[in-house]
């Protein structure tokens, strides 16, 4: 089965075609990056009118690189919620017009399903039940996928992402944006105990977390030091900032192994390719006797091979979209996209 996917939520307009959820014919991803990094952050305006001029192309070249003509097409998949409102409404527009156009079903995507479903493209013998760590720039919770559907919510963040957090304290420091990749390289050869920073815990929810007063602390120590006229060690500071966002995130996740008895682990979403996380994960895994998927760096950022491999069983469990079909910027991950929306 061969299903077209569409992802827009955010800066990259990405279309993929995938076959049967685990094997990738094409995967083309156009990036904004380099005209969101003037502004220091992502401008959904912008996004949007980019994602207007591009979801053709890249499709058009998807269908290309993948020598499918779209009359072969079985599905037209796109991504429905979460994300940039504007932008999210350009993806799923564009496929579910395409797929009218085709007769073919059209396959509203959870973004967050999809980040999960990278894995598995990177892993193609892995099978619920897992355990997922999503960190990204929008969302960072522990999810215990219980099918390829059915998911469950353990712990999240309290306020910000973890990505969202790396994105401001890059700002903070110069580096620019995107913040995961700058702060990741100006912390290499930095010492992660160079700077005393928070790590929260939350009360009587031993699975979720905060990232707001890391961020602020950083913020602090940055405006303190220029009232001061004090140098800061960047490459200190970064390091210190990728090791509190692994001592937050990783005893987490190793509370869920033993909550749960499940040591199949999956880390998914765009902090997932942090060189300090994926260490950390890999050391974690090794103490607690688990299998742990880490998915290429390629397929941890937004891209639409991601919401083809969940699109495939997202079609075979019968969650298929309408004409009717809307977009949202908010979703549960535990919800049915094409319930909530239609």
Known sequence: ?????????????????????????????????????????????????????????????????????????????????PGLIGAVLVGANFGKS???????????????????AAAYLAYPDLKPPFLTLVASGGHSMIVLVRDYTDFEILGGTRDDAAGEAFDKVARVLGAGYPGGPKIDKMAQGGDPHGYKLPVSHVKDAP??????????????????????????READLAASFCQAVVDTLVPRLAHAIEQTGVREVVCAGGVAANSWLRRALTEMAEQKKAALYLPPLSLCGDNAAMIGAQAYYEYQAGHLGTTAQNAFATAEISEDVCAKIR
């Open 207 to 232: 699975m979720d977390f905060s990232f707001s007063g890391l961020k602020t602390a950083v913020i602090n120590l940055a405006h303190n030091a220029e009232q001061k006229g004090e140098t800061l």
């Open 1 to 81: 089965m061969k299903i077209l996917a569409i992802e827009s939520s955010c800066d990259e307009t990405a279309a993929a075609i995938i076959e049967d959820g685990r094997k990738i014919c094409s995967n083309i991803i156009d990036s904004q990056v380099e005209t969101h990094a003037l502004y220091g952050g992502v401008v959904p305006e912008i996004a949007s009118r980019g994602h207007m001029e591009a979801v053709v192309r890249v499709t058009e070249q998807a269908l290309r690189e993948a020598d499918v003509r779209k009359e072969e097409l079985d599905a037209v998949a796109a991504t429905c919620a």
């Open 98 to 116: 395409l797929a009218f156009a085709l007769g073919k079903p059209f396959v509203p995507v959870h973004h967050i399903r999809g980040h999960i």
